[in-house]
């Protein structure tokens, strides 16, 4: 039993169903420690051949073993690691990955063994001082000659210890002088139990060898041995080896984005403004959304509502709210307490010869903010707090200077049998407040107010008091759940009235623009998608060559897709987090003018929105690179290898 032999192989290649027969029965064996050199005319299946032996082309006909086991029936991934563990590659081009070290080149086979971190480097260590480019070793292939070239390739085939070394004219791009040093090297090799097949035109490389095989009209026509086999001196002891994997294509992915640093750092830039857009727009929309509720809550208490009586009419009493009404809203959930209120439309306050007319009035209420109260004090039985603008009406100069005086209060009434009746009291200014709120009595006060006009008096809502924000929502649904029958149709019994009712609507709007605005920033999402895609099968095309040579070296289909999903992954990372970086650059520009301006910042991304941005850039990446990565696997890698 030979340790690699060919049985009657025959391949053709069919150009438009044409068939042309290349190998026409092919029948060879061959042992450990020989250097066998395949002469022939050019054209003549050499090289077809070399592909079959290495396990880079299975589609022929024939048997090809390897210490007697056929490699017929072998799967993809046998294939992979035959070639990985079997086969080392030495081709004419030197075919090194151009993006990576004279250490990296040799690394990529040894990452695909089992051997330690430390082991590989201190293998790929040595074989480059074999080789005699210890030196060189951080130079990248285009820093070195072309011997120095085809010695690194060596000290790559060599790297995962394979039995067979196939060597397609290791010194056709050579002179004499490094001719016969790579000679030495090849001769080196076989004389280590290795089998080295080598392709060659050069009668001087055929003369070094073995054996020499003479190929003619796709068969073999003569086959001499020229000197004796080398002795085999143990059993081949092959380094285990597994798929490239993870760890070591996401380094590969990373180093040829260092390589092409400038080109990369472009395109993550463009990715990069779609997520900023969309950022700038959901932060500025938070700040905003932030700055008018701040607005809103800086004068109305969040936590309270005014519920009044679903009702058009105009009578006072049909807007009555009860006690009773109160105490049903104080025994709702969350509520800490509910109290009846009056409000009144057409008042007017009179002081000193001068009429100054309110457009509304409320008794005083937990909606209204403490901070209203611009000077004095909050109105207590038989008081009123006026407003700024009525104070200054009745003392220009200073309007301070009102608190303590007495005024007169009218209010418009209705007698009992409808007669309007306009009702006043002498009252105490204590204080003075905010024009947004209006004038402020106690809810006695106005009771007071109506029993010595003797007009009855019908509280018109009631204000009730949350425990905290988040439980407003609720609470105000249950009100609204209330109905009532009127002439046979249902309808809500309460309306929720005042600001703090609208500020969720207004919220809803709000977070509606935002959407919209942040929509279409996310039309350069897109833009990002299509280059990124663009980008990759372009770096597909450019790098076919480097992934016809990972597959010769038995990287797996599914590493290839990874890695250029793992540069994709890259481009969307850091695409994103220098999108976060301008994010945050320009909130910080907006929010110093603003928080000059209006004291209070407009934008605000939170943590929220930049994992989103995060998310949302690698996801659109990973998508962008599924078709190219998959072309990219999908490439024949004897195609791969010729593509110029
Ligand atoms: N993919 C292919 N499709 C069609 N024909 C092919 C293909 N690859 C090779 N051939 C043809 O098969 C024949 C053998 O090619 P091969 O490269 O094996 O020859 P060779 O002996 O190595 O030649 P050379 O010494 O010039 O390198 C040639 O006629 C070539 O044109």
């Known amino acids: 039993m030979s340790f690699l032999e060919l049985k009657d ?28 050199s395949i002469l022939g005319e050019s054209g003549g299946g050499k090289t077809t051949l070399m592909n079959i032996i290495g396990g880079l082309d299975a589609r022929y006909t024939g048997e090809v073993s390897l210490n007697g086991k056929s490699l017929h029936d072998n799967n993809e991934k046998q294939w992979d690691a035959y070639r990985r563990d079997t086969i080392g590659f030495i081709f004419q081009n030197f075919h090194l990955i151009s993006h990576l070290s004279i250490l990296d080149n040799v690394m990529v086979s040894l990452e695909m063994t089992k051997m330690s971190r430390k082991d590989q480097i201190a293998r790929a260590e040595s074989l480059l001082e074999k080789v005699g480019l210890k030196e060189h070793m951080h130079k990248y292939p285009n820093q070195i000659s072309g011997g120095q070239k085809q010695r690194v390739a060596i000290a790559r085939a060599l790297a995962s210890d394979p039995q067979i070394i196939i060597a397609d004219e290791p010194t056709g791009a050579l002179d004499a002088q490094n001719t016969q ?11 280590d139990d290795k089998l080295v097949i080598t392709v060659t035109h050069s009668q001087e490389v055929a003369d070094h060898g073995t054996r020499i095989v003479h190929m003619e009209n796709g068969q073999i026509d003569r086959d001499e041995r020229i000197k004796e086999t080398f002795p085999v001196t143990d059993n081949p002891t092959a380094l285990p080896t597994k798929r490239l994997g993870f760890t070591a294509t996401v380094k590969m992915a990373l180093q040829h984005m260092r390589y092409n640093l400038g080109r990369n750092i472009l395109i993550i830039f463009g990715a990069s403004i779609g997520i900023f857009s969309v950022l700038l727009m959901l932060g500025l929309g938070n700040g905003v959304k932030g700055y008018i509720n701040h607005e809103i809550y800086s004068q109305v208490n969040p936590t309270s509502i005014m519920v009044a009586k679903n009702t058009n009419s ?29 409000f009144a439309q057409g008042t007017s306050i009179h ?24 000077k004095g004090e909050q109105p207590k039985q038989g008081e009123i707090a006026i407003t700024k603008s009525t104070a200054k009406k009745f003392n ?6 009102m608190i303590g005086k007495t005024i007169t209060l009218y209010v418009p009434g209705m007698t009992a049998n409808g007669q309007p009746k306009t ?8 204080g003075i407040v905010s024009d947004n709120m209006g004038p402020t009595v106690t809810f006695n006060t106005m009771k007071t107010l109506y029993k010595e006009n003797n007009v009855k008096f019908y509280p018109n809502f009631v204000t009730v008091k949350i425990n905290e924000v988040s439980n407003v929502k609720a609470v105000q649904n249950k009100i ?20 703090g009712s609208i500020i969720d609507e207004l919220n809803t709007y709000i977070n509606l623009a935002v959407y919209v605005l942040a929509g279409i920033a996310g039309i350069s999402l897109l833009v990002s998608a299509i280059m990124i895609i663009v980008v990759l099968y372009i770096s597909v095309t450019e790098r076919t060559k480097e992934i016809g040579i990972l597959r010769a ?8 897709r990874s890695l250029f999903i793992s540069e994709a992954f890259f481009l969307g990372l850091f695409g994103s987090l220098l999108a976060v970086i301008f994010g945050y650059l320009v909130q910080w520009g907006i929010n110093s003018i603003s928080t000059n301006a209006i004291s209070y910042s407009l934008v605000a991304i939170t943590g929220g929105y930049v994992t989103f941005g995060i998310v949302i850039s690698v996801v659109i990446s990973l998508l962008a690179a599924l078709a190219p990565s998959r072309r990219a696997a999908k490439l024949d890698p004897i195609e791969a290898l010729s593509h110029e």
């Open 423 to 430: 009702m006043k009291k002498e009252l105490k200014v204590s």
């Open 480 to 499: 609204k759940d209330y109905k009532i029958t009127v002439k046979n149709k249902e309808k809500q019994q309460y309306m929720i009235t005042g600001v």
């Open 553 to 560: 070296l038995g990287v797996r289909k599914g590493d290839i």
């Open 351 to 374: 002081y000193n010869k001068t009429n100054a007319t309110q457009p509304m009035m409320q008794t005083k209420n937990s909606t209204m903010r403490s901070n209203l109260l611009k």
């Open 181 to 191: 040093e790579i000679l030495a090297l090849l001769d080196e090799i076989a004389k």
């Open 314 to 342: 105009q009578k006072p009493a049909d807007s009555e709210m009860k006690q009773s009404d109160a105490d049903r809203f104080g025994k709702l959930a969350d509520v800490d307490h509910s109290k009846l209120g009056y």
């Open 396 to 401: 220009k100069q200073h309007p301070n200077q």
């Open 9 to 36: 192989i025959h391949k053709s290649y069919y150009v438009n169903k044409e068939e042309f027969k290349v190998l026409k029965g092919i029948n060879l064996s061959f042992e450990r420690g020989e250097f066998v």
